[in-house]
């Protein structure tokens, strides 16, 4: 799963697909709406890896369906999540609702 952020600037998309053509069309599916968008993009490929950059309209708290085509052969699929979180490495979809108690007992009634 790719994390984007609901930006207008450009954001990069770094996969390992199938073939490595040197343009591919990119789609999103918004899961929430079933809508699909088809954004213009760059493509470059480095040590196996291929990085898809472009300017993304995505919604905060939304799950993508990701296609990535060469022609009308899929090379790669994936979802991707959109959060306004920059920390990825401790997400947490609990951020800002759940509430941690703070008690210093910790005794247990036994009946």
Same mark, same amino acid.
């Given at each position: ?17 199938? !073939?490595?053509?040197?343009?591919? !069309?990119?789609? +999103? ?5 079933? !809508?699909?968008? $088809? ?11 291929? $990085? ?5 309209? +995505? ?9 990535? +085509?060469?022609?009308? !052969?899929?090379? &790669? ?5 959109? $959060? ?6 401790? &997400? ?10 703070? $008690? ?8």
């Amino acid at each position: 799963m790719h994390i984007l952020q609901e930006s207008a600037s450009p954001q990069s998309i770094v996969i390992i697909p199938r !073939t490595y053509p040197a343009s591919v !069309t990119l789609q +999103l599916v918004d899961e929430s709406r079933n !809508t699909t968008a $088809t954004p213009s993009v760059s493509v470059s490929s480095a040590d196996g890896y291929m $990085t898809i950059s472009g300017t993304f309209s +995505l919604k905060d708290g939304r799950y993508y369906g990701l296609k990535v +085509l060469d022609g009308s !052969t899929l090379i &790669y699929r994936d979802r991707v999540f959109v $959060t306004s979180q920059t920390i990825f490495d401790k &997400y947490t979809v609990n951020e800002g609702v759940y509430v941690e108690e703070n $008690t210093s007992n910790n005794e247990f009634v036994i009946i």
